[in-house]
């Protein structure tokens, strides 16, 4: 069975720093995907970034990368110039590509950002 | 604005009793999830969709009920043989089942029984 293991149960960040959250998964299939979502104190979960297995390119979007590296099942996630607003709890899921359709999660990292 | 609304935020029932959980999506997407979430857990699935009168087994199916009746609704059923139903649900929407499509997620409903 697919696992997502996230090592850091909380982080913490000075406001306008870099910050990166860890992300392990284990699988055996060669595609899938992979997110990461975001639930600020509201509570209501929000897609951050996603990365396809076939892909090399690390994905990008604004001030969040990764640097998904597939021989070591390893997802995690950067987040630069650090922003008040990026609070929150973040988890790592897991998705295969096929034949099976949830999201397979971790149980989060709580990240404060400190002004 | 498209969206998913879940209904009430808070709700609160005694031990024994069955609660209905509301889910409503304005998408148009095919496929719906349930999930849940307890303290330092990630989410968990319960029951998701892919189409309206369809619905498949999650990894915590049991003492949970849903239905797909229309495309834009899906409740949930919490039924006294959940053993521990008090936690957090999160429904949300995705436009396939396919991997790659984005899930869209509810503001959730905290369930306190007691």
């Known amino acids: 069975a697919q696992t997502v293991t996230q090592s850091q149960p909380e982080m913490s960040v000075q406001e306008a720093e870099t910050v990166t959250l860890s992300c392990t998964y284990d699988?055996?299939?060669?595609?899938?995907?992979l997110f990461w979502y975001k639930q600020p104190p509201s509570r209501q979960m929000i897609l951050v970034i996603r990365?396809?297995?076939?892909?090399?390119q690390n994905a990008t979007e604004n001030r969040f990368s990764v640097n998904f590296q597939k021989a070591a099942k390893s997802f995690s996630l950067k987040i630069s110039d650090s922003q008040l607003g990026d609070a929150a709890m973040y988890f790592c899921?897991?998705?295969?590509?096929?034949?099976?359709?949830?999201?397979?999660f971790g149980k989060g990292t709580k990240l404060t950002v400190n002004p | 604005d498209g969206g998913i609304t879940q209904s009430p935020k808070y709700l609160f029932r005694k031990e024994g009793q069955n609660v209905t959980l509301s889910c409503e999506q304005n998408?148009?997407?095919?496929?719906m999830y349930w999930y849940r979430q307890d303290p330092g857990q990630g989410l968990r699935l319960i029951y998701y969709?892919?189409?309206?009168?369809?619905?498949q087994k999650g990894d915590i199916a049991e003492g949970y009920s849903v239905s797909r009746e229309k495309k834009e609704s899906f409740p949930l059923t919490v039924t006294s043989a959940q053993k521990n139903p008090t936690a957090f649900y999160l429904c949300?929407?995705?436009?396939?089942?396919?991997?790659?499509?984005?899930?869209?997620f509810g503001p959730g409903t905290r369930l306190t029984v007691t």
């Open positions: 949300a929407s995705s436009r396939s089942t396919g991997g790659w499509d984005e899930q869209y």
């Open positions: 699988t055996s299939e060669s595609d899938y995907y």
């Open positions: 990365q396809e297995a076939y892909k090399q």
């Open positions: 899921a897991y998705r295969f590509q096929g034949g099976s359709e949830k999201l397979v």
């Open positions: 998408l148009n997407h095919d496929a």
């Open positions: 969709s892919q189409i309206v009168n369809d619905f």
